[in-house]
């Protein structure tokens, strides 16, 4: 039997519908729901923004409103996705389409009785009206037009591009002067396979171009969010490496200040962003070896793409072969918004490096070239990025009481699955963010994939940390390939010396103040890079001339140094606490997860506001208790953990009143 979907079914239908659902898949979800609900033709549309006035290189919105007819009386009817194109040639670029920002110049006719259209859109909201682009004016003023066609329906608008329109982008307030060549002898190996990355851009290009964790002049990561538009826009990407008997490890990872939507439901928006990808290659005798696999991250999903064909699928796929740049830069997508990483041969992709356009609107591509450009605008070419070691930018800090900064949060003490090389001391598990959602962007020792966590292959952080092991569960390596899992060279778990010249103690490299702006028409001068050194003093490859063919490769006898004695170390807590501080609207679920930052999931009602997260998680197993401090609902463990859920624990917190009411709940934690 039917039953008929009412109100009082929406906040369980909407909580079981679409905490499951990522940003790209709602606006996938919204094109498939196009349809649904709309019964009234559209019969004429127009374009609105708030000035048509721009200067050279900057930006505004262009709002497409459709119209329709209720009987006589014109409608304004919810649209989304039209096509705007420029008719003059090099008139500009224009993003992808993203919900209107603000408040709406007209109210919405609403088309359809159906209840189950209504709950999808109370659940979506703007997700479904996808109307706006953001215009960015060519370098040379004129007058150019602009046109957008829905349904047969069309518009255009003439727009002025004059250096004498208002200003609409701040001056930047840092400049960072050109880093000095770190003596690492890893260097020429990672400019050798630098990415060429692809960046989608939209409409907060500023928060998708790569930058340093420092862009605003200091190391304090919870007022990233709110630095955004006087901070440096100059490229850097960071890097580590890691070296076996038969193989290099290449790690980087790309930084970003905001993770921004158009609609910021719970987890879907966060202070600070970093994803990153693993280049593996075999030593083959040449200086700089053989690239065989590239692994990117995007949101806690891996994906990897091979060149060595004799490898095989594993607990991962293969999802596509490896695309190069000039000969051994792997070619990388990273999505506007949420910054997830993707081969660019992948079906995720929206970027094609023979024509060099990305499929959906704007993005900026960047190389290596050893000089921290800034992009001139939001589909800008061929930026340069500079290399900024993690080992002595990022790890020297991370270690519980060494930084006294507000850069690091969510400590926890890392333990490998598999008998593998751990840690003793306390590490910092997320950068520290509080706008939006708290502690969600990890540093690649924080990072983890779902699959293999969930399938107990790799723990929290084990992907990265330890990528000779990790790849050697993931993928299907016959045993024809030599493949070492004993470090020759590993910072992060304590093996070999780091080389020689970093510092001993961090040392934050100071920003000073920008200058006057460059003119768009004069970027900073590109340097190249000195050349590679291709004597590497790394652990010896084969010799050129060495017999063809693969020879068994037997592991160093320890390369793991002796523990000194007189080396401090931090035990590891046996209890512990979390604060969490927050608005709720309904019902919903605070999860925390072992070493993970904890996130709260809505069950009904409202997204949950003004969430402060104070504390430290366990590491590990641990019984919860949670205590209401103050709030007018109830609050209760919802799920305890187990070895069946990973040691996750759910507080469900129930607020029973019309209106949003403020929670501060206590969860202690004891070993």
Known sequence: MLVPLTVMHRPLLIALLF?????????QLSRVLGSVGQKYA????????????????????????AYGKEGDKKVRLRRSNPRFTIRQPNGGWVSKPFSFQGEQPEKFFEESNSAAWNVIRDAKGEFVTKDTVLYTAPESPGTYTIEAVLDGAKAEIALQVTPDAPARRKA??????????????????????????????????????????????????DNN????????????????AMETATHWFLIYNVFHPRDYSDRCIVGTCHENDNEGLIVTVRKDGTPFGKLEVLETLAHNNVYTTCSNRSYRNGVHNIDGDIELYEGSHPVVFIESGGHGIYGSLTSHSRFTLARGEFSEGTGVTLVYKGVAERPKHPNDRLVGYELLPIYEEWWLKTEQGKWSDRTFDAYYQYQPLGDRPALRQQIGGAFLGRKEASNSAKPFWGWHDSLTLKKKVLSVGQWALDPAYSLTRTLAIPASQPFSTDYVFNPYLGIGQPPAGLPAAPAPVAAVPAPAQPSPTQPPPTQPPPPPDASLSLQPAPPPDAAPGPAPVAAPPSLRPAPDPEAPVMPAARSGQLEVGARIDGVALLIVEVHAAPRFEVLSGQ??????????????????????????GTVTIAEAPSADNAHTVKVRIEDPRSGAGDYRIRLDWKR
Do not use: C
């Open 607 to 632: 997204p949950v506001a003004n969430i402060d997260i104070k504390g430290l998680t366990p590491g590990g197993p641990a019984t919860w208790t949670a205590t209401r401090l103050s709030g007018r």
């Open 19 to 27: 905490p499951v659902f990522l940003p790209a898949q709602l606006d």
């Open 172 to 221: 930047e307030t840092r400049t960072f002067p050109q880093s000095p060549r770190p003596a690492d002898p890893y260097r020429p190996l990672a400019e050798h396979y630098a990415p060429f990355i692809a960046q989608e851009t939209w409409f907060q290009p500023k928060s998708d171009y790569p930058a340093r964790f420092d862009y605003d002049g200091d190391w304090h990561g």
């Open 225 to 240: 969010w709110d630095n955004l538009e006087e901070g440096s826009s100059q490229a850097y990407v960071y890097y580590a």
């Open 42 to 65: 559209v019969t004429e549309i127009a374009i609105s923004t708030p000035d048509p006035r721009v200067r050279p290189l900057e930006a505004i919105t262009l709002q497409m409103l």
